[in-house]
């Protein structure tokens, strides 16, 4: 069963923190007369030498930045922006689907409003700003106005703050929407948008999703200067962190990847670079078990080193020295779930790669052999799994097993009653998605 890291940080946490207090919203109109007014203000010179002024230019800039998304609000339902957007009426609105997911767009003169199946606010993209990059050149303006008036320090740094989060709201936006160049560049901001008097600090989750996405791009210069900083500052991401580094920073990818499975054995981005590793570098991999065994003296009760021990032997073919350590998790925690994962998945995967072979092979006797050794694998898999299943208190993951589960039991409805019955009851919890 493959774990999914938690690459991006949810963009909903961000609605909890509360903009500066100078942030009024206006119409776009508004906000366009009042940003003018400011501007010609800081050309002014003898205002030019106020910090009253070069804040309340920093102010309007973030109202331009508002002011096309108006009162609507993340979260909003449809329902309550008939009555919040007033006269403001979409163009039009098609069904499109977003990262997998299917959302109703609506078109407005000056922005997009994407909704979830529930008809909630997920997206708002603006399409006529203002003012082009406001928020650049609002942390600008604060800058003036903190170099005028130190005073000014605590004001200025909340206003900081909510121009990081702004940022961060549109990189999720643009990363959602596929723009990942945007969303890249958003993240770089969100994370540096404090990096400044006074407040002097990183949003180090941030800067480690600009990474991410410049080395999703091929930028592995970028990505490899943002990683450092994340790794400089101890940010490790679960251990992406070093794994990704690894990938970019080849002068480094053994130190990387060592120093990373010492202080996150369970990452799977991790083990599998350093079998890569040990492998094209004719190292052997007797060095990875040599780092494990290192783990195992410092924490001989934890079932997880069995379980990654497993899974490393499972991606060297070892299959049965796989087995014992799978259910030598079992024998230190008797509910420690994932050992009988490990083993079922292995089994599992085993015969869908005898089953691949099958197919491909011409021979009607060796055909029937893999057959035989396909349908053995697949029944492997189901005791491991149901114990697995029966251990487990996370929905989600009873879920999962359920589809590997049903796969198998599928197999075998037609030869026993009792297959038939497991096949209708996983089949059940998949459709579902609810374990019983």
Same mark, same amino acid.
């Given at each position: 069963?493959?774990r999914?890291?938690?690459?991006l940080a949810?963009?909903?946490v961000?609605?909890?923190?509360?903009?500066a207090?100078?942030?009024?919203?206006?119409?776009p109109?508004?906000?366009r007369k009042?940003?003018?007014a400011?501007?010609?203000a800081?050309l002014n @010179?003898?205002?030019?030498a106020k910090?009253?002024?070069?804040?309340?230019?920093?102010q309007?800039?973030?109202?331009?930045?508002?002011?096309?998304?108006?009162n609507?609000?993340?979260g909003a339902s449809?329902q309550?922006?008939?009555?919040?957007?007033?006269t @403001?009426?979409p163009?039009?609105?098609?069904?499109?689907?977003?990262a997998g997911?299917?959302m109703?767009?609506e078109?407005y003169a000056?922005k997009?409003l994407?909704?979830n199946?529930?008809l909630?606010v997920?997206?708002?993209?603006?399409?006529?700003?203002v003012e082009?990059?406001?928020?650049?050149k609002?942390i600008?303006?604060?800058?003036?106005?903190l170099?005028?008036d130190?005073?000014?320090?605590?004001?200025?740094?909340?206003?900081?703050?909510?121009?990081?989060?702004k940022?961060?709201?549109d990189a999720f936006?643009a990363y959602?929407l596929?723009?990942i160049?945007l969303?890249?560049d958003l993240f770089?901001?969100?994370?540096?948008a404090?990096?400044?008097?006074?407040?002097?600090k990183?949003d180090t989750?941030s800067?480690?999703?600009a990474?991410?996405?410049a080395?999703t791009?091929?930028?592995n210069?970028r990505?490899?200067?943002l990683?450092?900083k994340?790794y400089?500052?101890?940010?490790?991401?679960?251990?992406?962190v070093?794994?990704?580094?690894?990938?970019?920073d080849?002068?480094?990818?053994k130190?990387?990847?060592?120093?990373?499975?010492a202080?996150?054995p369970?990452?799977?981005s991790?083990?599998?670079?350093?079998?890569n590793y040990?492998l094209?570098?004719d @190292?052997?991999? %007797?060095r990875?078990?040599?780092?494990?065994d290192k783990?195992?003296?410092?924490?001989?009760?934890?079932p997880s080193l069995?379980?990654v021990?497993?899974?490393i032997?499972?991606?060297?073919?070892?299959? %049965?020295?796989?087995?014992?350590?799978?259910?030598?998790?079992?024998?230190i925690?008797?509910?420690y779930?994932?050992?009988?994962?490990g083993?079922g998945?292995l089994?599992?995967?085993?015969?869908i790669e005898?089953?691949?072979?099958?197919?491909?092979e011409?021979?009607d006797n060796k055909?029937m052999l893999l057959v035989a050794?396909?349908?053995k694998?697949?029944q492997s898999c189901?005791?491991?799994?149901?114990k697995?299943?029966?251990?487990?208190?996370?929905?989600?993951?009873?879920v999962?097993i359920?589809?590997?589960?049903?796969n198998?039991?599928y197999?075998?409805? %037609?030869?026993?009653?009792v297959?038939?019955?497991?096949?209708?009851?996983?089949?059940?919890i998949?459709?579902?998605?609810?374990?019983?």
């Amino acid at each position: 069963m493959k774990r999914i890291f938690a690459v991006l940080a949810t963009a909903v946490v961000m609605l909890s923190i509360p903009a500066a207090a100078s942030a009024q919203t206006k119409t776009p109109a508004e906000a366009r007369k009042a940003l003018d007014a400011a501007v010609a203000a800081s050309l002014n @010179e003898k205002k030019a030498a106020k910090a009253a002024t070069w804040q309340k230019l920093g102010q309007a800039y973030v109202s331009a930045y508002d002011a096309p998304a108006g009162n609507v609000l993340l979260g909003a339902s449809k329902q309550e922006l008939m009555y919040v957007m007033g006269t @403001e009426k979409p163009v039009s609105q098609e069904q499109v689907e977003i990262a997998g997911q299917s959302m109703l767009k609506e078109v407005y003169a000056d922005k997009n409003l994407y909704y979830n199946e529930n008809l909630q606010v997920a997206i708002i993209e603006v399409t006529r700003p203002v003012e082009k990059n406001a928020l650049d050149k609002a942390i600008a303006a604060f800058e003036k106005c903190l170099a005028l008036d130190p005073k000014k320090a605590k004001e200025v740094a909340k206003e900081y703050e909510s121009i990081g989060n702004k940022y961060v709201k549109d990189a999720f936006n643009a990363y959602q929407l596929g723009d990942i160049k945007l969303a890249s560049d958003l993240f770089e901001k969100a994370g540096f948008a404090c990096d400044r008097e006074p407040l002097n600090k990183i949003d180090t989750n941030s800067v480690y999703n600009a990474g991410f996405t410049a080395l999703t791009l091929g930028e592995n210069a970028r990505a490899q200067k943002l990683l450092e900083k994340c790794y400089d500052m101890g940010y490790y991401s679960e251990g992406e962190v070093f794994a990704k580094l690894a990938a970019v920073d080849t002068l480094n990818t053994k130190k990387y990847l060592e120093e990373g499975f010492a202080a996150f054995p369970q990452n799977q981005s991790i083990l599998i670079g350093l079998i890569n590793y040990y492998l094209s570098h004719d @190292e052997g991999t %007797d060095r990875l078990f040599e780092l494990l065994d290192k783990a195992k003296v410092n924490e001989p009760d934890n079932p997880s080193l069995y379980y990654v021990e497993g899974n490393i032997h499972g991606q060297l073919g070892e299959i %049965d020295q796989a087995v014992a350590s799978y259910r030598k998790c079992a024998e230190i925690d008797p509910n420690y779930e994932y050992g009988y994962i490990g083993e079922g998945v292995l089994y599992y995967n085993r015969a869908i790669e005898v089953s691949t072979k099958a197919q491909d092979e011409m021979d009607d006797n060796k055909y029937m052999l893999l057959v035989a050794e396909f349908e053995k694998d697949l029944q492997s898999c189901i005791e491991p799994f149901e114990k697995a299943y029966n251990l487990s208190k996370d929905n989600g993951i009873r879920v999962n097993i359920a589809e590997y589960l049903k796969n198998a039991f599928y197999r075998f409805r %037609d030869q026993d009653p009792v297959y038939q019955a497991g096949y209708d009851k996983y089949n059940e919890i998949v459709r579902t998605g609810e374990a019983k």
